[in-house]
């Protein structure tokens, strides 16, 4: 389909628009990249983008990243797709290049060119001949598997000392399958035929993959594609690429959406419209027993496929609520009393039908689960309501399933909001987390005394030093809390390994639980000992726990920590942005002296010797070595 055809502006429409410096330059660039599949298509979009930087309309605020590109294959014009691609994900990329076939030596010397670039983020596509079987196809399964896991041990190693030296997280590319017809039926009985040995190095690398390793799936893109279509024989010998100009758009596509996502978490809550997106018909029209949902039809069906698909995102730590015009009791009715309904009334954390418009049920789901509107998507088949959520709250990602209920599940799967780097248990109880608070906010608006509340939540916390369990979710609150975060300083997880691993920091975690739920590992803090003074380098905690005491308790724990490591102070800066106007006052109301204040910075001292602990109504147990 062309771009006129399917609402996107053509190349002609784009360059006008640049030429006359129009303001939706950069929208109509980010759509036809979004939709752009043939290599020519996307090198023009990305010959377009760098004269726009030079010469258009002003560029959307965009995230820096320093990001090394190293590999076995040529990288040239893999480079010029990636660096376009991360650009319409949002980043301003500082791109560093390897030479062929030079990653080897880049890695492992101290002083390398590699280094010295200190980069946040390393792609690295492995050179292909080194995924081929030296025996024979009659040879013992356990030498092929001997083999293989070297390959295993040699690859992650490198990326391992890659992480350890800058920091970096790693994007590692693994190898494209053969798409010939070798050995026939007898490929699948061994390992090592080309096919089955591929298959089995991609499969250990990702199962082995450290934290500080994020796979590039090139096998998958590869398999979506065709594997004929994928490989590209000619190119290899001549220029040494590593597939062909087709998949080479998907790969680059993918390596960036992966490098992104360690600088972003994915969205957090899936808003759900009921009738025709959850079950087939209106449920105010047809009544319980005149929707289409189950086994006895093909769009029944269909709907039934996309419930269960929705509840598995439950399980990777999405929270799932609902906007719908409809009558409460009438909506709820399927939840409660339909037989083939897999989505239930305790699966939804936030539940909103009734006449107001959608948006405005949006922004009040977002006010009870105490979340931005940032990190919501909204699904509904009605077109008319996608487009009024995009104008009254543009912040809420949409996505617009359209009529065909067999559609949906690719359609939301496609979409890539919910793409995760790691999957915690704290992620797989969030549902759970949040219906709990909806509780404790009942019970909170029917007490007066808040002592009285407090004391009734039977709060239990648990204090200990970042171990390597524990590092997925450190990062993971590192690299999205923006609230209550008073210096918002984002990290990799080989940063945060290394934090916990120096002599000059202290770096402790804070979980809670209550007689609802337990809340799982909630706040997190970093001091670095600077001779006699601790300087808090990150405070931050989750906004589900305000106003309980939890940050008394992390302060008790600072100045204990301060006092044992021979420190006098202890210092707190604040930095402020859009988002964290919350925790502007509380080194002052934890009784810290203000001593420095600039528009970018304030600084913040407490005397070590004479604080007094606080008393709160949480009972805090310290596991810290």
């Known amino acids: 389909m062309g771009a006129q055809e399917s609402g996107l502006a053509s190349n002609a429409d784009l360059k006008s628009a640049l030429a006359e410096g129009r303001a939706d330059f950069w929208e109509q660039l980010g759509r036809r990249t979004a939709a752009a599949e043939a290599f020519e298509d996307v090198w023009f979009l990305s010959r377009l983008r760098q004269r726009a930087r030079r010469s258009g309309p002003p560029a959307p605020e965009a995230t820096p ?29 500082e791109l560093f290049v390897g030479e062929y076939d030079d990653y080897t030596a880049q890695i492992l010397e101290p002083e390398s060119e590699l280094h010295a670039f200190r980069p946040e983020v390393l792609v690295l596509i492995p050179a292909p001949q080194r995924c081929r079987y030296a025996g024979g196809p009659a040879d013992p399964r356990e030498r092929v598997e001997e083999q293989a896991h070297a390959l295993v041990r040699d690859l992650l190693g490198l990326c391992r000392t890659a992480s350890e030296r800058s920091g970096a997280d790693v994007v590692l590319a693994n190898f494209l399958p053969p798409a010939g017809i070798d050995l026939g039926p007898y490929r699948s009985k061994t390992l090592a035929s080309d096919w089955s040995y591929t298959k089995l190095v991609n499969l250990e690398l990702g ?13 998958f893109l590869a398999a979506r594609l065709g594997t004929p279509e994928a490989e590209d024989a000619r190119a290899w010998f001549e220029s040494k690429q590593p597939c062909s100009p087709r998949l080479l758009v998907d790969f680059a596509r993918e390596a960036a959406r992966v490098a992104a996502s360690t600088r972003r978490t994915p969205k957090k809550v899936l808003v759900l419209d009921l009738d025709n997106t959850l079950w087939g ?20 069906e269909a709907f039934k496929a996309f419930q269960r698909y929705v509840a598995t995102l439950t399980r990777r730590g999405v929270v799932l ?25 305790e699966d939804i954390a ?65 979409s890539g909001h919910f793409e995760r780097l790691s999957i915690t248990e704290a992620d797989a109880a969030r549902t759970g987390q949040y219906r709990a608070e909806a509780e404790r906010r009942a019970l909170a608006s029917q007490t007066t005394d808040m002592d009285s509340y407090l004391s009734s939540l039977e709060m239990e916390a648990r204090i200990r030093d970042f171990d390597e369990t524990d590092l997925p979710r450190i990062t993971q609150l590192i690299n999205k809390s923006n609230q209550f975060n008073l210096t918002t300083r ?56 305000l106003k309980r005491g939890v940050e008394v308790e992390a302060l008790n724990e600072l100045v204990a920590r ?27 109301s934890l009784g810290f002296e203000l001593v420095e204040e600039a528009p970018e910075r304030t600084t913040w001292r407490l005397d070590v010797a004479g604080y007094e602990p606080r008393k709160t109504h949480i009972q805090c147990k310290s596991e810290t070595a």
């Open 207 to 219: 199962l082995q993959a450290p934290g500080t390793v994020h796979l590039c799936d090139l096998e």
């Open 350 to 414: 936030c539940f909103k039908a009734n006449w107001e418009p959608k948006s405005e049920n949006i922004r009040v789901i977002a006010d009870e689960l105490g979340l931005g509107l940032d990190s919501f998507v909204f699904v509904d088949d009605n077109r008319a309501e996608i487009e009024i959520v995009n104008q009254f709250v543009p912040e809420v990602a949409t996505l617009h399933l359209g009529d065909d209920p067999s559609r949906f599940v690719r359609l939301l799967q496609d």
């Open 562 to 588: 301060a006092a044992r490591l021979g420190c006098r102070t202890l210092t707190g800066h604040y930095l402020p942005t859009k988002r964290n106007a919350m925790v502007r006052g509380l080194y002052p």
């Open 490 to 545: 984002r990290r990799s997880q080989a940063e945060v390994a290394a934090l916990a691993a120096s002599a000059d920091h202290t770096a402790f975690t804070l979980r809670l639980a209550d007689r609802f739920s337990d809340h799982g590992l909630i706040s997190v803090l970093v001091g670095e000992r600077r001779d006699a003074e601790l300087v808090l380098d990150t405070w931050l905690m989750s906004c589900r726990v």
């Open 281 to 300: 018909d209106v449920i105010g029209d047809a009544g319980l027993e005149g929707i289409e949902l189950g086994d006895t039809s093909p769009r029944g």
């Open 321 to 345: 609520a609902v906007a719908s015009k409809n009558e409460h009791e009438i909506a709820m009715e399927p939840f409660e009393k339909h037989p083939e309904m897999v989505l239930r009334a």
């Open 65 to 93: 990243l320093r990001v090394a590109l190293l590999g076995g294959t040529s990288l040239f014009p893999f480079q010029e797709l990636l660096e376009h691609f991360l650009a319409a994900e949002g980043i301003a990329t």
